[in-house]
């Protein structure tokens, strides 16, 4: 695929090379590089992969995507190689990936379930309704990839965008016509979930989880995390028991659909 065609919904800067650079694949681990593919320089919490652009150049990668400038020495020892600047390259990474698989979420109902607790047990069952109404469902979360005839371990909740995307385009190629996934607030923070649109969100529960080093700094900024998800549906489905609901909502822009036991007005009660 040309290069111009996977930058076709994002704001970059060409530094140097060609959008018609051909792109047979995108990667973001420097060791798995193979000639001809398009590189995304992240800033990590540990590591910069901004440090192996001459090393994956030398593996034959085509493009790179950065987020900061390169010494200006190593740009003029990478002469052949297409150079495009982004504001984040995590976001980008995501909407790179989402072009190269053919945008799949499009050709899927997506369910996302957010929450502290219950999101296995949430995804399984509404799978399992899905299922019953005769649709072929596809999922994704802690228990790994499901969709009719397999089933494979993942490392994360939520995988990284360009593993998210092949799967997505995994489960569309199988005929599945509906995709329920656990969207964790790293997920969210890390834009691996960037440029996929729900059908459905659902909140579950939230509860001090995932804060400290390398996770949220707060459980205020956990819980913001959380919430995007309702800026990203149709419809969000949520628990109006939990006391965070009302914080989690704050900038929701979907349909509300509220559920519990002991809340005075909800449109489900269990």
């Given at each position: 695929?040309?290069?111009k065609?996977?930058?076709?919904?994002?704001?970059?800067?060409?530094?140097?090379?060609?959008?018609?650079?051909?792109?047979?694949?995108?990667?973001?681990?420097?060791?798995?590089?193979?000639?001809?593919?398009?590189f995304?320089?992240?800033?990590?919490?540990?590591?910069?992969?901004?440090?192996?652009?001459?090393d994956?150049?030398?593996?034959?990668?085509a493009?790179?995507?950065?987020?900061?400038?390169?010494?200006?020495?190593?740009?003029?020892?990478?002469?052949?190689v297409?150079?495009v600047?982004?504001?984040?390259?995590?976001?980008?990474?995501?909407?790179l990936?989402?072009?190269?698989?053919?945008?799949?979420a499009?050709?899927?109902?997506?369910?996302?379930?957010?929450?502290?607790?219950?999101?296995?047990?949430?995804?399984?069952m509404?799978?399992?309704?899905?299922?019953?109404?005769?649709?072929?469902?596809?999922?994704?979360?802690?228990n790994?990839?499901?969709?009719?005839?397999?089933?494979y371990?993942?490392?994360?909740?939520?995988?990284?965008?360009?593993?998210?995307?092949?799967?997505?385009?995994?489960?569309?190629?199988?005929?599945?016509?509906?995709c329920?996934?656990?969207?964790?607030?790293?997920?969210?923070?890390?834009?691996?979930?960037?440029?996929?649109?729900?059908?459905?969100?659902?909140?579950?529960?939230?509860?001090?989880?995932?804060?400290?080093?390398?996770e949220?700094?707060?459980?205020?900024?956990?819980?913001?995390?959380?919430?995007?998800?309702?800026?990203?549906?149709?419809?969000?489905v949520?628990?109006?028991?939990?006391?965070?609901?009302?914080?989690l909502?704050?900038?929701?822009?979907?349909?509300?659909?509220?559920?519990?036991?002991?809340?005075?007005?909800?449109?489900?009660?269990?």
């Amino acid at each position: 695929m040309l290069l111009k065609q996977l930058l076709k919904n994002l704001d970059y800067t060409l530094v140097q090379g060609c959008l018609n650079t051909e792109v047979t694949d995108i990667y973001y681990d420097s060791r798995k590089v193979t000639p001809g593919g398009l590189f995304v320089c992240i800033v990590g919490t540990q590591r910069d992969s901004h440090d192996y652009a001459a090393d994956v150049a030398a593996k034959g990668a085509a493009v790179l995507a950065i987020q900061h400038d390169l010494p200006a020495e190593v740009l003029a020892a990478l002469p052949d190689v297409t150079v495009v600047k982004f504001e984040s390259t995590r976001y980008a990474m995501a909407l790179l990936s989402t072009a190269y698989f053919g945008r799949p979420a499009l050709e899927m109902t997506m369910v996302g379930v957010t929450g502290t607790k219950g999101k296995t047990t949430t995804t399984h069952m509404i799978k399992a309704v899905l299922e019953a109404a005769g649709h072929k469902v596809g999922m994704v979360g802690t228990n790994g990839v499901y969709y009719p005839g397999h089933h494979y371990d993942l490392n994360n909740t939520t995988p990284e965008s360009y593993e998210l995307q092949k799967i997505l385009r995994q489960l569309a190629d199988a005929g599945c016509d509906a995709c329920v996934m656990e969207v964790s607030s790293q997920g969210i923070m890390m834009d691996r979930v960037a440029g996929i649109h729900y059908k459905v969100g659902v909140f579950t529960n939230l509860y001090p989880d995932h804060i400290g080093p390398g996770e949220h700094s707060s459980f205020e900024e956990y819980r913001s995390w959380k919430g995007k998800l309702f800026q990203r549906c149709d419809v969000g489905v949520v628990n109006a028991d939990d006391p965070n609901t009302e914080a989690l909502l704050e900038g929701h822009t979907c349909k509300l659909v509220t559920y519990g036991i002991h809340a005075p007005k909800v449109d489900y009660r269990a």
